[in-house]
């Protein structure tokens, strides 16, 4: 099984980003927002083919995330990582 591209750029940003991030507390778990689920785990499944078995990986993924990092964390990872995909001057400053 191969991760895409998405998910490696994912995984290698919010691995950096929450480096800092220090252990999230069991409150901090359920912070991230249902459309912010619903967003990674459709950007998700699009980059992993779009199966049930992608649904169940996907959604367990955003699961762990949210376990590790704090949503204002991940909000800052996921902000760095669609920016380093922009061309030109501005995406090469991230």
């Given at each position: 099984?191969?991760?895409?591209?998405?998910?490696?750029?994912?995984?290698?940003?919010?691995?950096?980003?929450?480096?800092a991030?220090?252990?999230?507390?069991?409150?901090?778990?359920?912070?991230?927002?249902?459309?912010?689920?619903?967003?990674?785990?459709?950007?998700?499944?699009?980059?992993?083919?779009?199966?049930?078995?992608?649904?169940?990986?996907?959604?367990?993924?955003?699961?762990?995330?949210a376990?590790?990092?704090?949503?204002?964390?991940?909000?800052?990872?996921?902000?760095?990582?669609?920016?380093?995909?922009?061309?030109?001057?501005?995406?090469?400053?991230?």
């Amino acid at each position: 099984m191969t991760i895409s591209r998405w998910m490696q750029l994912s995984i290698c940003a919010l691995a950096a980003v929450g480096s800092a991030a220090g252990t999230a507390r069991g409150d901090d778990i359920n912070d991230y927002p249902t459309n912010a689920r619903v967003e990674y785990v459709f950007g998700c499944m699009k980059a992993n083919g779009e199966t049930r078995q992608s649904i169940d990986s996907c959604s367990c993924s955003i699961d762990v995330l949210a376990s590790l990092l704090p949503f204002d964390r991940y909000v800052t990872a996921e902000t760095v990582l669609s920016m380093s995909q922009v061309r030109g001057n501005l995406g090469g400053q991230f």
